[in-house]
Nanobody, 126 residues
C-alpha cells in the first residue's frame, strides 16, 4: 500500500522560510518522479515543483522559482520542499505526489501522478 505523509506545515509570517517533508512508504520510491502541488481556498490545485527519480532534474512553477527548492533523499524515501521568502499568496494546502514510472520527466499536470498525500496546511500572514 503506497502511502505519502506530508509534514512541516504551519503558520508563518511573510518573508519567513519553511521546510516541508513528504515521507513515502509501501514501495522504494527512488525510481520515481515526485512532485509538490498546492491548493488555496476557492482555487484549483496547482503545480509547485517536481523532481526526477535521481534528483538531477527539477521543475518549478513560475511563481515559486528562486524561492522554493525541491530535493529528495532516496535512502530515506523522503522528498522535501524548502520554501523561502514566503508570501501570503503561498497560503495553501501543500500535497506531495508520486508518479509510478521511472522517468526523467517532471510533469506539471496533477493527472500524471498516481498517489497523493493528505496534505499539510501552510498559512502565511502579512
Amino acid at each position: 500500500q503506497v502511502q505519502l505523509v506530508e509534514s512541516g506545515g504551519g503558520l508563518v509570517q511573510a518573508g519567513d522560510s519553511r521546510g516541508l517533508s513528504c515521507a513515502a512508504s509501501g514501495r522504494t520510491f527512488g525510481s520515481y518522479t515526485m512532485g509538490w502541488f498546492r491548493q488555496a481556498p476557492g482555487k484549483e490545485r496547482e503545480f509547485v515543483a517536481a523532481i526526477s527519480w535521481s534528483g538531477g532534474i527539477t521543475a518549478y512553477a513560475d511563481g515559486v522559482k528562486g524561492r522554493f527548492s525541491i530535493s529528495r533523499d532516496n535512502a530515506k524515501n523522503t522528498v522535501y520542499l524548502q520554501m523561502n521568502s514566503l508570501k501570503p499568496d503561498d497560503t495553501a494546502i501543500y500535497y506531495c505526489a508520486v508518479k509510478l514510472l521511472t522517468s526523467y520527466r517532471t510533469p506539471k499536470s496533477d493527472r500524471e501522478y498516481d498517489y497523493w498525500g493528505q496534505g499539510t496546511q501552510v498559512t502565511v500572514s502579512s
